[in-house]
């Protein structure tokens, strides 16, 4: 029994990086030609701790309510760390962000990179479930390119639609 709450735990930490991953590259896609690179930067870690706090309000109130009771704080306090996740995985795209604007680059060029973290982060996280669902070779490799290519669609979407049509 505790080897499955030990795995639902992994599973959710995983499932919740994978969606901090793609909210973050969601709003530097939609955002990072429009806000300068602090107040971008600033949008998607409050954004995220805002979807955050509703996953986990949502959680509470739907799937663990039971018998007119709630869980105990210990349960909410697992619950919260192991979703906690959904914001971290924002850490490394807006560090790199932020590291190539200091460098000199454009506000643009720096949300770009931060958006490709975003997708290189994504793929990661497609690569480690695959794996620890024990696929390999063929299988690996497409699971690993599809989330590159949920990425690649994000890019594209900011760079050719947004842009060129607004």
């Known amino acids: 029994m505790a ?13 919740a990086g994978i969606y901090g991953a793609i909210v973050t590259a969601a709003i530097l896609t939609a955002a990072g030609g429009q806000l300068p690179t602090v107040p971008l930067t600033i949008a998607v870690v409050v954004t995220l701790l805002v979807y955050w706090t509703a996953e986990e309000y949502a959680e509470l109130l739907g799937g663990h309510v039971h018998d007119g009771r709630f869980p105990g704080r210990a349960q909410i306090v697992a619950e919260l760390r192991a979703t906690w996740p959904m914001v971290t995985a924002s850490y490394g795209p807006l560090a ?18 931060g958006l490709a973290a975003a997708v290189v982060l994504l793929m990661y996280h497609a690569w480690s479930a695959a794996r620890d669902a024990q696929l390999r070779g063929s299988a690996l490799i497409g699971m690993t390119c599809a989330a590159g290519l949920l990425g690649v669609v994000m890019i594209l979407m900011k760079n050719l639609v947004l842009v060129h049509l607004h």
């Open 96 to 113: 790199a962000l932020l590291l190539v604007r200091l460098a000199g680059a454009s506000p643009v060029t720096a949300a770009n990179i």
């Open 3 to 15: 080897g499955r709450t030990a795995e639902r735990f992994a599973g959710r930490r995983r499932a």
